[in-house]
Structures are given as structure tokens and as C-alpha cells.
């Protein structure tokens, strides 16, 4: 009998990474590695563990995700987005190892007026979508076997996300104020989690599905909202599932982006076209609203 795969895992404590500790089960024996064992702006520590586990499919689920302190300290976002991930690319290319790696829509500027394509040409507006997208350029050009999924808006029952905040602020207070002028879909860690667990069985059974730009896949929940759409779906289940909230989904206010300025600009539509990866695969992605409202089950205990 064969030796299982060995999969590290990086990222393991953030939200998708804790969904993957689960998902990535039948691929094989899975060392999740937290920021604590491994971080990704420590290049000697990560090549230690690179070399000292040699893992032959390597998953990288961490990330600097902090969009507006990005602005003001790029080196930063730069050394965890982009110089890991070539890090690990190269690693991956001399040993033979895959590498699953994320990426984000911020990579495009929302003014394609559609769901972005693959093939779209890239034009993040800020710091941390260019550095995301250097983190996909590098693994593209160091010719390692690789997996790069772009997805957007992703939300989890563990840690702190956007439903959640909107929950907790609308306990707090009698008015929300919400822009309603950027639109995109949000995505369920577990969704993603599943999708990359099946995509990874393919490829290891089928190494040569992959080839070129057919490493990049959008993958994104079906369905689209605003900001504003997004938080009224969230108080609107809260309420119906009985906890208390001082402000209801008809006190939301709706604003423009202008009304609600940060540091570092947002693409104004995150819509992803993922029919590629659907046909690849043979799946079809679910609609956002279930996903949020399991998750919020989850996350507050609330029942029906």
C-alpha cells in the first residue's frame, strides 16, 4: 500500500483554513500550520518547514488581508502575498510538489460592467489587490504545478466577517448605514474548502488536466448582492430566527461608496464568472443566501 500524501497546509487558524483541516482529509495526512508555526513573512522559517516536511501538495490558505493597512504598509502585504507565494512556487517546482493557492477579486477594477472572466485583464486599484496578483504571477512563471482559485466576499462561522459585524452593530444600534454601490457574491470557506478538495482529487489523479493559464479558476457562490443587499438578507434571518436587534433590515440606510470613504479603494462590482471551473469540475456553486444563513445558524445557535 502506498505511503499517503502529505499536505501542508498554511493558514490552518484563518477561516478557510480551518474548513480545509476538515476537507482535505481524503487527500492525505494533513499538517495544518498555523501563523505560530509557520509565518509567511518569516522566508528562513517557511523554507525550514518546506524542506523539512517535503510535502507534495502544499495549500496555502494564509494571507495578508488587512485591504486598508495594506495601503500604508505595503512591504508588508507585499512579503506575505507575493514573495511566499513565490517561495513556495519555486519549492513546488523543484520537487514536483502542487501548490493550491488563493487569490481574490480584488485583482480587477469592477469596470468590466459582467462577472469578470479568467482571461480578464488584471487592474487591482490598491495595494493589496497588486500584491495578490503578484503572488498569482510568480507561481504562473516558475512553471510549478499549480492551482490558483480566485474568490471573493468569504465568510465563516469561526472568526470575524461582515454578517457577523452587521449582527453585532444592529444589536448596538437604531440606524446602519451601508453602501450599496459595490456589488459581488459572498462565498462560504466551506464552499470553497469542498470545491478545492475535489479539484485537488482530480489533479492527483489526473496530473495533466492542468496546463498553463488552465491553472486559474474563479470560484464564487452563484447569485450577486450589494453591501446593502448582503447585511439586510443577515438582520432579516437573524430576526426571523427570534434574536433581538435594535435595528431592523428596513433601518438600514443604502449609500454610495463617496459617503463611506477608506483608505484604499474597492472594485465596484467583485462578480466572478466561474462557469469554467463549474465545467471542469461537473459541479454547479449554490446561491450565497443559504450558505449565509447556515452560517449565522452556526455562528449565533439560532434555530428554526
Known sequence: MNAPRRVLLLGADGQLGWELRRALQPIGEVVAAGRAQVDLGDA???????RTLQPEVV???????????????PDAALRINAEAPRLLAEHAASTGAWLLHYSTDYVFDGSAGRPSRESDAPNPLGVYGRSKLEGEQAIR???????????SWVFAARGENFARTMVRLASEREHLRVVADQVGAPTGAELIADVSALALHRL????????????????????????HGYACHVLRHVAARGMALRCSAEQVQ???SAQYPLPAPRPADSRLDCSALQQWLGVHLPPWQPQVERMLDEAFGLRA
Open 254 to 256: 443604502a449609500i454610495g
Open 44 to 50: 528562513p522559517r517557511l523554507r525550514e518547514c518546506l
Open 141 to 151: 512563471a516558475s512553471g510549478c504545478r499549480h492551482l490558483i482559485l480566485r474568490t
Open 59 to 73: 495549500v496555502n490558505a494564509a494571507a495578508y488581508t488587512a485591504v486598508d493597512r495594506a495601503q500604508s504598509e
Open 204 to 227: 492527483l489523479r489526473e496530473p495533466d488536466l492542468v496546463r498553463g493559464n488552465a491553472g486559474l479558476y474563479h470560484l464564487s457562490s452563484s447569485g450577486s448582492t450589494s453591501w
